[in-house]
Each structure stands twice: as structure tokens, then as C-alpha cells.
């Protein structure tokens, strides 16, 4: 498969990364055009692959990937547009389908994605939302990036948006959590890097209990409270000053922001 990835920031890498590491592509197949030429051959550099300087490379290769902020989508799709690429596929928040087909010629496949930055380490999470016209091999070939990434799942382009404040921004939530267990752990007398790493190994087990148990996070947080023991001591304390709803809230936050960016284009 051969792709255009246009940006390779932090979202735009992290797919690269994850799509080279787990071979899903090869470096001989994959082109990157960034904001200048300089920093197009910078990435390319970084990353081992070819790089473009106009985009003409657009309707010839097999996928197109947008990986830029919302704000510089248009200029993007202005620039690819009269190559008439097959197939894009743009990770850009809040730009909804329907601006992506307007932009592009008639017949050019569409799908729109939240991945976020855990697919460069194989445990991301992403919703797929195809276009109107996108065919079910490009579907499928979406499906096969991301669940080499992690998990995907194929929803409407609503449900992404919400899996957006969730799942998409929630990795910057989660290392905040993790950075404040630490300071926790350094309070209490624990040396900062074994803080940390307890803090995130913590995290990521607890997950993998839920992922791969099946059951529910609260059943499996019974298990650990017992009845007028610490943990529980732990959690009240946590609740009494908001931690459930600061959580809920802050994802209430994300999609609200994210409609707000949605309705200004």
C-alpha cells in the first residue's frame, strides 16, 4: 500500500511509527509532505521514507492520510484536489465529512478517524467514520492500520466525535493522572522515577483487567475494597473532592470544544 501521509506531528507520527514498527507499511511505500520542503525531508529523514514537495504524488498513490490541524485541512485539500486522489483518509478534529467531500473531486473515497498517540506503541484506540462514498476494501483497509495499532472500531461520524473527548484526548488525561499518582508517591516518600513508573504500570494493568476480563471496572473495584480497609479510605477521599465528576466534566469539556470548532467552519 502505497501513502501520502501530509503532516507528521505528534498524531501523524505516532502512525507512522506504528505502521512501521508492526510492517503494516514498508519505508520504500510511504511519502511525507510537511509545511516546507526543509521540514519535509527533515521528517523523511527522522523516519527512514521519501518525501514530497508538491503533492502531486496525491493521485497516484493509494491513500492519502491529513494528518494537520483543523485549521490548515482546506489549504490542504486545495492542494490535492487537482491531483484527484482515491481514496483520503483525514485524522484532522472537528472537520466534519461532509467538508472533506465539498473539498475533493467527485468519486474521492472519504473517511475520518480519532486515533490517538498510544497506536505508536501498538495500544491506541480509534473510530473509524467512512464518508458517504467510501468503498468497503477501503473500509477494510482502514480497519487493518488501526487494529495493527490497537483497537478500532467503525462507527457513525456523531459516536466519533464522542469517542473523540473520550478516547481520542484521553491519553492527555491519563498522563496527567499518572504525573499527579507520582507526585502522590513522592509526597509520601517514594524516589520520583519509581513513583512514576508504579503510578503508570498501576494504570496500565488496572486496564487490562477490564479489557480482558470483560467485566465491569466496578465489580473489579470491589474486589480490591474491603470493607473499613485502605483502599477504600483511598477512593473516599478521592471522590470527596470530585475526582469522578473533574473526569466526567473534563470529556463533557472536550466534546463541547469540539462541536464549538465544528460549527465556526
Known amino acids: 500500500m502505497k501513502v501520502l501521509l501530509i503532516g507528521a506531528g505528534a498524531m501523524g507520527g505516532a ?35 521519501s518525501w514530497s514537495e508538491d503533492g502531486h504524488e496525491a493521485g497516484e498513490v493509494d491513500m492519502v492520510i491529513v494528518a494537520v490541524k483543523p485549521g490548515v485541512v482546506p489549504q490542504v485539500l486545495k492542494e490535492i484536489a487537482p491531483y484527484h486522489p482515491r481514496r483520503v483518509l483525514s485524522i484532522a478534529a472537528a472537520v466534519a465529512i461532509s467538508s472533506l467531500e465539498e473539498a475533493l473531486p467527485e468519486g474521492t473515497e472519504v473517511i ?69 499518582l507520582a507526585d502522590a508517591g513522592v509526597l509520601i516518600g517514594l524516589p520520583r522515577k519509581m513513583a512514576i513508573e508504579a503510578a503508570a504500570q498501576t494504570l496500565y494493568g488496572a486496564a487490562r483487567m477490564v479489557l480482558e476480563t470483560g467485566r465491569h471496572p466496578a465489580q473489579l473495584r470491589d474486589e480490591v475494597t474491603s470493607p473499613g480497609g485502605t483502599t477504600i479510605a483511598g477512593i473516599y477521599a478521592m471522590e470527596k473532592r470530585g475526582l469522578r465528576a473533574a473526569l466526567i466534566d473534563g470529556v463533557k469539556a472536550c466534546l463541547d470544544k469540539s462541536d464549538e470548532m465544528s460549527r465556526k467552519k
Open 15 to 49: 502512525i507512522l511509527r506504528g505502521c512501521l514498527d508492526h510492517q503494516v507499511w514498508k519505508k520504500e511505500d510511504v511519502l511525507i509532505k510537511g509545511r516546507t520542503a526543509e521540514s519535509s525531508r527533515g521528517d523523511a529523514a527522522a523516519y527512514g521514507v
Open 112 to 180: 475520518r478517524v480519532m486515533p490517538n498517540t498510544p497506536a505508536s506503541v501498538g495500544e491506541g484506540m480509534t473510530a473509524i467514520a467512512p464518508g458517504t462514498r467510501a468503498s468497503s476494501e477501503f473500509i477494510h483497509d482502514a480497519q487493518i492500520i488501526f487494529d495493527a495499532l490497537g483497537k478500532e472500531v467503525v462507527v457513525n461520524e456523531r459516536q466519533l466525535d464522542e469517542l473523540g473527548a473520550l478516547s481520542g484526548a484521553g491519553p492527555g488525561y491519563a498522563f496527567v493522572i499518572i504525573d499527579a
